[in-house]
DNA sequence: GATGAATGAGTATTCATTCAT
DNA sequence: CATGAATGAATACTCATTCAT
């Protein structure tokens, strides 16, 4: 009888969270009332502290689920993977996969604002990307190791270029309508082929 | 004698311009109150309007004034400069200046972020954005004619993706505070140099 | 037992417009503040909105209250009344009941002000006053074929004049501090009376 | 050289008041701004104060202007008129006229309805109207001396009920867009003759 | 748990009026 | 006299959050 409950709690918690990142994707963190929160997810305007004590909990959760997500997929690559340079690849791929979802795309731009103003999405939002990094940087550890990319390069520093990258393709996708992930995606794996490539070879 | 207006007219707009801007990059757009920009401003609350239909409009303003630096900057560059490799590589020097200033960037991810809400900021932007990567594409064109680059690479794609590496720097700037972009710099050129090179040879 | 809703919420618009009329009979519809309204129906600032959308609205609730209760009135006549004339006679002793109090003149013309700003509050006054004339039309013709009035009187325009002298009672009443209802109403009588009269005989 | 002021001063008085009166015709008195007064004057914001203290100052003078005119109307009429059932009837074709000038009626109810709140404005409005029922008494004691109308009248409280009928017709042409004074002057000549005439006698 | 009515702090903007020039 | 920049008080409305039922 009592187990129930958290069962209800998480089910319930996660119809707030779809409907509210729906809601932010479509008008924004700010521009979205609890009301609007409430009523896409069915429920009443006083119930929905039951389960977030405030909206910002909401956007925070938003943001530490995005985190355990990038963390999680980092730790399911095998690290006896025998091609790490096709797992950093992929892993754009994946990304561009991401990009290429509107809703998407649009509410990690939000999160991403929320990071200057409420220290705990930031601390998510750091936590993930330093795990995406770290995972980056071990896999072009073992690439070097393997020869398949430049040795002298400085794992997480390209790590770190990595992930300008990809940040730059969520703005973009603000700022620019004509970009357009899914016919980039092969120019992104590009770039970084030749960034990451043994000098004296070409791409 | 009478109509000295103009001028006193563009130094207050400048004066609350700058104020503003200060309070936006220190507690973002909308958290900045009129009041604070007036007092910021020395001003009184009403005669802020005398300047500003409303609080839009001089976000608006900023973005506008954004823009037109871009355009200046690149119609500045000598069309037949001797090293048009070295003009993009220089625009990235200078763009990591600007990156390395705190309020100039924040205020950058605030305008940026106003663009998805307010669609006179989303234009500024979106022709500043513009005029950047024309100008970026003509250059490119014109190394890949002096045989400074892979001459396979499509200019205006290029230039997308330079566009792509510069958003992401200042996306960085907000997610990672260990990014240092003094530091970076080289490491930006090192990146574009790369991707921009002839394949077969090194960077 | 859930959905008790609809009663209160109507006791509660009844409420707020009791409490708004005072307040506009008093000071003035624009004179009014939301905040008066609010502390004179006893609830926070806020609540006034779940139940009005705008202070405007209010004013409309009003009009359109107005409007129904002077539909109902003339509905309400028996449509074969054996004395039409007495019938209009005595809407006007009514008229006459209303404008003697303070408070329910001063709010009519309020309402009157208003219907020049405010194109809903425009339409209810006009289906009032429609409504009105239509039923002082009908009895009027009544009156006519039971050879109580003259009959070369055409009816509508006799309604029209009628509606003039009501609206000039509540005009004299905001000019004329003189003009007592009470003591004028047998005054109205006579002058409609006379107005409507054969000719050929007296009052 | 010093006389020369009073008259500029008067001129500029006017051109306000003239510019004020189009204005509050038009948008109402609460809703015009001084700006625009001043704009439709073409003067300065400043300057509209140095000849009128205050915005109500305007229509304060508006008002007494009308007071005025008024009783300058009746002053005007011979005392020994041999008909003065008919400069009665005269006088009503006359305010008709200014009846049929939409700007002209919009002007009269916004004076009427500041009557309610100045009190600058209410003296000058009931003065205007006491000028108004004086000298309509007057007029129909002389009638009634001269047997053109019922000996029985009250001329002060017959003089009351036909500005009753003269605020009505005022109040018509706000209520009801189908009203045309131009049309119903003969009407109201006619209301008024059989109101005042003698018991026995037709229209 | 659920409801939705109630709370009340917070804010951009307007505009009559003043006053230095 | 004229200008127009500056003032600052005043106000409707929003919305996250609480709490009685």
Redesign the interface.
């Given at each position: 009888m009592r187990k129930v409950d958290p069962e209800r709690q998480q089910a319930k918690r996660r119809q707030i969270i779809e409907a509210a990142a729906d809601c932010f994707a479509r008008r924004?963190f700010?521009?979205t009332t609890t009301a609007e929160i409430c009523a896409a997810a069915g429920m009443s305007p006083g119930n929905l502290f039951h389960y977030f004590a405030s909206k910002n909990a909401i956007i925070e959760a938003i943001a530490e689920e995005e985190w355990r997500d990038t963390a999680a997929y980092f730790a399911a690559i095998d690290r006896d993977t025998p091609d790490p340079l096709e797992a950093v690849l992929s892993f754009l791929d994946v990304v561009m996969v991401f990009a290429a979802d509107r809703s998407y795309s649009?509410l990690a731009?939000e999160v991403?604002?929320e990071?200057?103003?409420n220290p705990v999405v930031g601390t998510s939002?750091?936590a993930g990307?330093a795990a995406m990094r770290d995972g980056l940087a071990a896999l072009l550890r073992q690439a070097a190791a393997r020869g398949q990319i430049d040795p002298d390069l400085d794992p997480a520093?390209c790590a770190?270029?990595i992930?300008?990258?990809?940040?730059?393709?969520?703005?973009?996708l603000?700022?620019?309508t004509g970009?357009d992930p899914v016919h980039?995606a092969p120019?992104l794996r590009r770039?970084v082929s030749?960034?990451l490539?043994k000098?004296?070879?070409?791409?």
């Open positions: 924004g700010h521009a649009r731009l991403a604002a990071t200057l103003r939002v750091a990307d520093q770190k270029w992930a300008v990258l990809i940040d730059g393709v969520f703005s973009r603000a700022l620019d970009f980039e120019m770039v030749r960034f490539a000098p004296g070879r070409g791409a």
